[in-house]
């Protein structure tokens, strides 16, 4: 007995540094082994995120619903990205849509000399780098530490309105003629029906993991009316000439990747990858198509769906792409659940309920709800693209009630105020999955990872 009580003490002698180790970890801590920062992806509501609430008010199935009831104003937003007239190119700066509804995931950056830590909303459908700023007027004080000190950043500078780069943007405030002392390149926007807010374009040095980007290009938010600002910072992968991407050409050679975590993550993060080095090598590509009627969109090659066994009958006119026109399917960071054109989704919902087990309901965006007892019985949905067939996990074709009783699928019809031809991959159905854009090569990998 006794020699069984010496035996317990040593292992939980031995086993005690340990646990009181891994109790006083920071899970959030910023710092990688090497003590740069690292680039994780953070869902909005998770724990490491400065913008999450109450983990335990909102169950995962009130927080998509949340999240998902802003898609029809996000897919407004994507039908309106129409390419600009030549003499035009993108805004520094967010569009209203594009304010009010992209926060599914942040990422931490930092920005100026001495560096300061932002957390920045990830964009793939945006060419803007945007920040709101210290001292602006009118913009959200619920957070405060969000903001953007330009004085206390010794590598600061704004950009004039002399400056080519000034003159491409959307909103201009500078003066018809150049003054002897050139004004600072500014703009004003317009959103939400009654808010509006203004900008500067300024440079300052960006500081992403242990890569330092010199003179990077961002709007400075310096005011703003009305209640819908949001205190993220934006951060646009599109290819426009103003997105991260874009700017950082000569040092990520336009290839990026992401693993999205799911929103049931709350003490999890996901990763982005920046550049060719530390790629997944398995992975299966297919190719990335360009619109010129919407330029900063990434559009697939979507052919067909699959509910099960079963290949579901649409009229291909829906899905195929059209690069005058812009229709076709996108893949995008900002939509929370999947949508396809009307008929398509109604083709994939009637086939889906044909092998599950009604009755039926509708729970918010979602019309396919059923009993979870039967959730067993639910088919896997298939994306099949040229060259790549994307078996969609359960998890990612299903969202589930916090009491564990209704299952739902999670897809839905473009809204009828929306652009009738886009279909959109979501961020819901790209989660635990490695996501590479390789831009010069226009191709789209896919591999399956654990992002948690």
Not at 123 to 131: G, I, K, Y
């Amino acid at each position: 007995m006794a020699s069984s009580t010496l035996h317990l003490f040593f292992f939980l002698a031995l086993l005690l540094p340990s646990t009181l180790t891994t109790a006083t970890r920071d899970t959030c801590a910023t710092a990688a082994p090497d003590g740069s920062d690292d680039l994780s992806i953070i869902p909005v509501n998770a724990r490491c995120s400065p913008f999450a609430a109450n983990p335990t008010s909102t169950s995962v199935m009130d927080t998509v619903l949340h999240m998902a009831s802003a898609d029809s104003h996000r897919l407004i937003y994507l039908s309106s990205l129409v390419a600009d007239r030549p003499n035009r190119t993108s805004v520094p700066v967010a569009s209203a849509n594009q304010l009010l509804h992209t926060g599914n995931y942040v990422v931490r950056a930092r920005l100026g000399t001495p560096p300061q830590l932002m957390f920045m909303v990830l964009d793939t459908s945006n060419d803007a780098v945007w920040l709101p700023c210290s001292g602006c007027s009118g913009c959200s004080t619920a957070a405060t530490a969000a903001y953007f000190n330009p004085n206390s950043s010794s590598t600061y500078s704004t950009v004039s309105c002399s400056t080519a780069q000034c003159t491409q943007a959307r909103g201009l405030t500078c003066p018809s003629s150049s003054p002897s002392s050139p004004s600072v390149c500014s703009f004003n926007q317009s959103y939400g029906g009654d808010s509006s807010f203004s900008a500067s374009l300024v440079q300052d040095t960006l500081t992403l993991a242990s890569d330092v980007i010199s003179n990077f290009s961002f709007g400075c938010i310096n005011s703003a009316s009305g209640n819908s600002l949001p205190p993220q910072g934006l951060m646009g992968l599109g290819r426009g000439p103003t997105s991260l991407i874009s700017q950082t050409t000569s040092l990520y050679s336009g290839v990026f990747s992401y693993c999205l975590p799911s929103f049931r993550s709350f003490y999890f993060s996901g990763s982005l990858k920046l550049g060719p080095t530390g790629q997944p090598r398995s992975i299966r590509y297919t190719p990335l198509l360009r619109s010129s009627h919407r330029p900063s969109l990434y559009y697939v090659n979507l052919t067909g769906v699959s509910v099960g066994p079963t290949q579901v009958p649409v009229d291909l006119t829906y899905l195929t792409f059209d690069s005058n026109s812009g229709a076709g399917t996108i893949i995008d960071s900002g939509t929370v659940i999947t949508r396809f054109v009307q008929p398509v989704y109604e083709a994939i919902r009637d086939e889906f309920r044909k092998q599950v087990k009604g009755p039926f309901s509708t729970l918010g965006a979602f019309d396919t709800c059923f009993a979870a007892d039967s959730d067993n019985l639910a088919p896997k949905v298939t994306l099949h693209m040229t060259s790549l067939d994307l078996k969609l996990p359960m998890e990612n074709t299903l969202i589930h009630s916090s009491a564990g009783t209704l299952a739902c699928l999670s897809m839905a019809g473009i809204p009828l105020n929306a652009n009738a031809v886009l279909n959109v991959i979501a961020n819901l159905q790209q989660q635990n999955l490695r996501i590479l854009f390789d831009v010069p090569n226009s191709r789209l990998g896919i591999a399956t990872e654990a992002c948690n």
